[in-house]
């Protein structure tokens, strides 16, 4: 089996009360006895994932999660962890035992719906009772797609598997590019990537593996240098390079020495549009930069934690450039991990990180939450291009001109 990269596989999260056949189910899609089943309640105490292969679709992640009827101050807590797992899960299988939906369910498949979060109802079971018609009218009515199955005779299990492959969203299943659609085969690409104090020892990042690879798979040519060794690189070449990629914390000196005529952008915008989508929302976020007041907070976003160093990013120079630019009292708090805060509205602006440990279901989610409750959100790459003035040109190559930006 090939094994995807984990932002690349489609995660499917079962939900339910407990005892309602979750681990059975995930062990009949699969076909293995992977999850623990026991007819005791609360079988399941931490989420579980589990890697299979759904052809046609490709790789996907079950993951099998505690009860959501789960009581005690345990129970609590397993019910907050089976609640993160929504944050980035890009289905979820609502299973319904004999018990049939009641006000647990009811309440799961309603803040599934605020999340946007496409949901299956599975009547699991139906060996030991058919689910009822007011349950059925209940789905229908509300447009939530379902299938009945039985773990034991298999029944269903199959359609089942049909109907997610028919229910993951449709971006999911075209393939995500980085960079093929900006470059033309045969086409050179310059990266700039410094190895300073951040850079991890011995290695590249990511993103950085990630735009290299998309590049040889357009087929284009891939010239990799450092900023201080850049301007060497560009005379050296006997072809213009056909779009120049830089980290955003060098865009200060590499827009200087790349032509105005060659193609510039950044790998963070790159990976902010293949994790999100789009760059709209985003954009829309960056604009707020030059709104922010005295006495505003904003919230700086980072997806995983690591050791802050002298100059960290984050925690320094961000907000550094930030007040520099807008000439404000701005207070700053800094968020690192994969949860998002949840009092989110006392902040007039999240500026996120490149979020390369997140899972583009995972980012979406983090957009949508900013938006549902009315916070503006931008990335670290924007904001760093938009305060050294080259918002406008780092967005060229995806034809978008942001004009009034800055
Ligand atoms: S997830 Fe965010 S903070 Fe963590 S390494 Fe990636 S960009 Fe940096």
Redesign the pocket.
Known sequence: MRRAPKGERVIIALLGRRNSGKSSLINAIVGQEIAIVSEVPGTTTDPVDKHYELLPLGPVTFYDTPGLDDVGYLGELRVKATKKILAKCDIALLVVDERGIGECEVNILQELREKNIPTIVVFNKIDIAVPDEKDIEFCKNLTFPYVMVSTVSKEGVLELKEKIIETVPSFLKEEQVLVQDLINPGELVVLVVPIDLSAPKGRL???QVQVLRSILDANAIAVVTKESELEKTLNSLSIKPSLVITDSQAIGIVSRIVPEDVRLTTF?II?ARYKSGNLDTLLEGLETINDLKDGDRVLIS?????HPLEDD??KVKIPGWILKHTGKRIHFDVY?GGDFPEDLEKYKLVV???????NPAEMKHRIIECRRRGVPITN?GMTISKIHGVIDRVLRPFKIEKKGVL
């Not at 980072?302 to 690591?306: D, G, M, T």
Request: proline share 5%.
């Open positions: 990042i990511l993103p963070s990976m980072e997806a995983c934690s690591h990013i984050g690192q996120h990180c490149g979020a390369c440990m997140l670290y």
